[in-house]
Every structure is written in C-alpha cells, then in structure tokens.
C-alpha cells in the first residue's frame, strides 16, 4: 500500500478511544523513521515516538531484540497506557551522550499516536495498536541504508548484529503477519 492509502484508511477509521495509536516496525534501515514523519504529516493532528528512546544502551550489543535491548515496558508504562486511558503522556527520551533519561516530554493532546520501532508492537504489548505497519525492506537493502546513514558514527560497526537481530525477531514473532498495512519500501532509491 502507498502512504496515502494508509492514511487515508486510518482517517476513515472510527474508534470510541479519543487517541488512535498507530505501531510501525520493520528491520533497522527500512524507512520507519521517513514513513512514521510523513504518515504524522499526512494525518494532521500526531505525534510520533521513537522506540529508540526507550534504547538500554548497556544491553546494546545483545544479540536479541528480546535481551531488553528495548525498554518497552517504560513505554508501556510512560506512553501506551496513558494513551489507551485519555491521560496525559509524559515520557523521558534517552540522552544518548550521558546514556542518562531526560527531563519528562509531555505529548499534547492528538487524535493519533504514531510508535515507530523494531519490536514496537511486540506481543507483550500489541494490545495497545489500532494499527500495526510494517514496513516491508529486503535484510541487505535495509543495512545498506543503516550503514549509510550512521556512517562512521559509533553505531555504524553494530549493522551485522542489528540485522541479525531483526531477523531472528521477524521469524519468531511475524510482525508483518499482524500488520494491518504492509509499506513496502524495498527499492534501492527509497522513501525520502
């Protein structure tokens, strides 16, 4: 499906709960990030959070998705259940330089939330998406992309097990089995 027939099926869409919350997954370098920023702007009133936030940097070099490598139960705690409650959202983003938390980000009130992240709607806390995207890119085509955009930054010699990662998460657990969109982005020129 193309962005704008996503969006357009999500603005369609009638829920009871005030705030919609939207998953995007998919392998790291797939495009999450660029489709999660133009989904925000075609759906008008969102926000978006990035799972990578929510990164324990001491278990970074785990060699699964499901070593805590992620903290989703802060997200669940800080984002997910104030959401699916109409409660305020206030949640700290990881300070990569002091691998510290900040200060609390409140989230205004909007119609949609927007999670983007491998493992984002992971089954321990699927319960929480209206809607669920993956983002559908080729292992090698996505740490091609990866590699390209950190560059020579410390995280650019972690790609081997990253991509590693995404596939032992994606044969255990399918998440683009449960998506209700399937974005692909396979080309070698990509959403930008």
Known sequence: MSINEIATAILKSEFTRKTIIIGIEGFGGSGKTTLSDTLKTKLG????VRLDDFIVKEKINENSWDKGIFDR???EKQV????????AIKYQKLIWQTNKLGL??????VDY???????????DIA???DYKIWVNTPIEIAKERGRERDGSNENAFMWDLWAENDINYQNK????LVADFIF???AKIYLK
């Open 73 to 75: 139960k802060r997200l």
């Open 173 to 176: 657990y399918h998440p683009e």
């Open 127 to 129: 319960k929480y998406y």
């Open 104 to 109: 609390f980000n409140e989230i205004p009130k």
């Open 113 to 123: 939330l927007i999670i983007e992240g491998i493992s984002c709607y992971h089954p």
């Open 184 to 186: 692909d982005n396979s």
């Open 45 to 48: 009133n969102a926000y978006v």
């Open 80 to 87: 997910l259940i104030p959401a699916t409650s109409n409660k």
